[in-house]
């Protein structure tokens, strides 16, 4: 049946990430011995004390639907946990619960900004936000970084443009890809610029806590004096809990409001059950404490032996990440060698070694390639193999 597709979806591509997952479980239910490191979800099961606290609100009749908003002891519990682990001063009025983060990004985008509205996104960037910009009929400004600036937004720059009319400034830290983490006098200097303009920003800190030999800035403190600030969040990396799709958006309580009204002729709300394993997430501090230092933990022997094992790869340059779980290598040469950019090249390894990574097209930064460490060492340890094989092949040794 031929189906037309309106303007609606036009620029709106398959999420890169998920799209390299479909195809590498499809050749996993052939029987192929593919390694699958596209996803960025966590590899460990959500945190007992977590799912039963979802599993007893069921027990308990919690089934039906909560307000839009999200949950009140939720919301409260929210506020509570940003003033005092980022610094914030909110209230669970400017709180939001949704779907995911990446609902609370697309309400954000979508309420903040219209039709011709230029949003700076640095590249390299996860692979959503400039759809969900497109989406709200907004024009994404891809503003590049390079290694020598730690793959993060020169602040010059982004002045630049806004002074050329940009109305808003996405910020993603710890980043996905990349792994960077912005300074505390960093984010206060562009937090100072936006202030400047007058420009919103959009505060993407779903990775929070997974940080390594740093510590995260949050633009928590520093929407006390600034408050065109918005700032996402979840349950999703620090928890393990990517399906229960539990996020939530924080900001000045007249933006909230309107997301809430968007969200209510959306999807109403967030699910219950999902939402009292999320409230035992925050509530129950020490077994909190304890589950996200045992995750960093490993995640961080992993980020060792890949950094260590990708380096003595001919033709790849990895860059330590700082936050996140996941490697953001330079593949270049091996593009050169092949004759192909980043897609050609993970479809490649794809094809020859049984490898999936993400191509660095999707994230802006071509000749790029994102390998996430949320797997078994045992997994990366054959992956490493996988890809010295590789250089092998394509005459790099």
Sequence with gaps: MSVQVYANLGGVEESATLGMTRLAAELKAADLPVISLSAGEPDFATPGFIAEAGIEAIRDGQTHYPPAAGLAPLRAEVAAYLSQECGG?????????????KQAL????FTLFGPGNRIVIPAPYWVSYPPIARLARAVPVIL?????????????????????????????????????????AELDRLVAIAAKYDAWIISDEIYHAIVYNTEHASVAARARDYERV???????????????RVGYAVGPREVIAAMTRLQGHINTNTALPCQYAALAALSEREPRQRAIEEMVLAFNRRRDLLLKGVAAIPGLTPYPPDGAFYLWIDAGRWCDSLGANSTGLCMDLLDNERLALVPGEAFGADRFIRLSFA???????????????????????
């Design 144 to 184: 590049e970084t390079t290694a020598a600036d730690g793959f993060k937004p020169d602040p010059d720059r982004v002045a630049a443009l806004f002074r050329s009319g940009a109305r808003g400034l996405v910020l993603n830290s710890p980043s996905n890809p990349s792994g960077a983490v912005l300074s505390g």
């Design 230 to 244: 918005v700032l996402v969040n979840g349950f999703s990396k620090a928890f393990a809990m990517t399906g229960w």
């Design 375 to 397: 797997a078994t060492e045992e997994a990366l340890t054959e992956a490493l193999e996988r890809l010295a094989d590789a250089s092998v092949r394509l005459g790099l040794r």
């Design 106 to 109: 697309f309400n954000a985008i």
């Design 89 to 101: 001063a909110y209230t669970p009025e400017q709180v939001l619960v949704t779907v995911g983060a």
